[in-house]
């Protein structure tokens, strides 16, 4: 069964950094590209960044730029978001997903939240 199990997150002050993690397991982990998804309070689910399931290409909505990087670890199952400089606006739940496919890519995944699967998601929280 595949299963996505975020964590990383917590409360920081603005300007601060945080590293989220997303452990995969129940499929086969280097074939799909993933991404990190927020959804702040009362608003609908967002793509942030997603990556290739070789690395080679990474996406980034406009928003993040310069601030947040993608990577992962295929031989970990793992995909990570280092998140920087971090401000108010980035408070939300962030969830993890695997792309619709083998063949998803990295933009029409993270722009049209083409997904098979969420993870539970882990709570940033920026405030001084």
């Known amino acids: 069964q595949l299963q996505l199990v975020e964590s990383g997150g917590g409360l920081v002050q603005p300007g601060g950094s945080l590293r989220l993690s997303c452990a995969a397991s129940g499929f086969t982990f280097d074939y799909y590209p993933i991404g990190w998804f927020l959804q702040a309070p009362g608003k609908e689910r967002e793509g942030v960044s997603c990556i290739s399931s070789s690395n080679a290409n990474t996406y980034y909505t406009d928003s993040v730029k310069g601030r947040f990087t993608i990577s992962r670890d295929n031989a970990k199952n793992t995909v990570y978001l280092q998140i920087d400089n971090l401000k108010p606006e980035d408070t939300a739940i962030y969830y993890c997903?695997?792309?619709?496919?083998?063949?998803?890519?990295?933009?029409?995944?993270?722009?049209?939240?083409?997904?098979?699967?969420w993870g539970q998601g882990t709570q940033v929280t920026v405030s001084s």
């Open positions: 997903a695997a792309g619709r496919s083998r063949f998803t890519t990295v933009q029409t995944m993270c722009v049209n939240l083409l997904v098979r699967s």
